[in-house]
DNA sequence: GTGCGATTGAAAACCATGTTTCAATTGGAG
DNA sequence: CTCCAATTGAAACATGGTTTTCAATCGCAC
């Protein structure tokens, strides 16, 4: 080998700088020019490394899912635990990926990207991260209604509860005209709580199965 | 004057094809090979009527919105109906412009385009196109909750509102994977039906002032 | 009919981006 | 020390997209 940096050194600092510049701009407005200036290397070393663009992305969404197995919160709860508790342990969870500069939440804002430009990577990111998540969460909201994991309507409010997590991502050159200039700290556990509060009852009214159950567990949240 | 199509006629065309391509492609994505093509003119045609791409696309603005101010059903309805009918129609117009064919649609969508990927062109569509609506919704919210149109509560659960509706068109290439590979026109009704259940819910639960109220709404609308 | 300004088409120039080439550099093997 | 293969930097190349140029065309005023 040769090179003050070595290889695997400059391949590791291309991957970081490649996950956060295609996780800022998605994958087609990403630029060499960019990712290779806070790389600091040559666009020659993408070749290299690499081959082109698109493998070097799915390196990155290789890499991606790696750490997100190693250091997941989203999945990892209790399962004994109260619903409510599980699913605002979710919600909690997603924001703070989609929003917070955690490390791993690179791949969800990643994923967020692949929803509205797809890509090559869209299979593999839907079938490693998505689903698993997706799956966890109609498991806590069967726990939740009373319904099965796969029935039609729990699934139906699971893309809700994914929807309302996703829209103050993505929507935030929007939002933060209209309402919350920045999302600081404590705006994000407001926006969690908020959120919380309108998807489970959300729930109960969409996938509850017997109205009475639905207004003593209401009651009993709200007062 | 010369040419066979005369200024305005070509003018017109391009406004037309631009306005389509933009709210499919977003602002950076659309090539002037895509637009043109449409519209049967040649690139030097959009210099000459609008100076260049920009301008094209700020003059697609105005135009979209000249369109939906002439024929909006979103903000028309009847004030004196009962606010949970009007927040239904309000989603139903939503999902419509957002996901079907009609005409004004395109500038819906390229607000769409411009949460994710925001231009010059954002301020004046939040301005003249996003806020009035979303006023129009927080009355709608603030008759249904009993709180004020500007309490912060009755704005975060619009924009809950907004999100869902947002969220099915966004997603699309995720959720045909989950579930609904197309959405023809039963998926259509049966997503603005489950939204508008789940976010009634919602806003009942995050910002109704009274647990009776809720309570005894829930149930009349469950049963 | 002639000339003029408005409009358009074809082509070229320009620019940004991804990709490739190639020579230079480096560290280790023999 | 010398050679070798791995790695990298600088620059060239190819491509696709936007903008400009310029000549050709057309309708109208005179």
Known sequence: ??????????????LSAALEVFAE?????ATFKEICGRAGTNPAAINYHFRDKLHLYLAVIEQGLAELQRRSDILDDDPTAPPR???RHFIGAVFRRLIGQESPSALLRLMACEMVEPTAGLDVIIQRAFLPAFEHLCGIIADLSG????DPITKDCA?????????F???RPIISKIKYPKYDLPVLEHLIE???RFVEAGIRAVAGQEAVRFGTAQIECTS
Chains 1, 2 share one sequence.
């Open 1 to 14: 080998m040769a090179g003050d940096a070595g290889f695997a050194e400059t391949r590791g600092r291309l």
């Open 25 to 29: 701009r998605g994958y087609r407005a």
């Open 85 to 87: 508790q599980r699913l």
């Open 147 to 150: 319904r099965r994991p796969d």
């Open 159 to 167: 893309l809700s509860v994914f929807g309302q997590c996703v829209f």
């Open 169 to 171: 991502h993505h929507a």
């Open 194 to 196: 908020h959120t919380f």
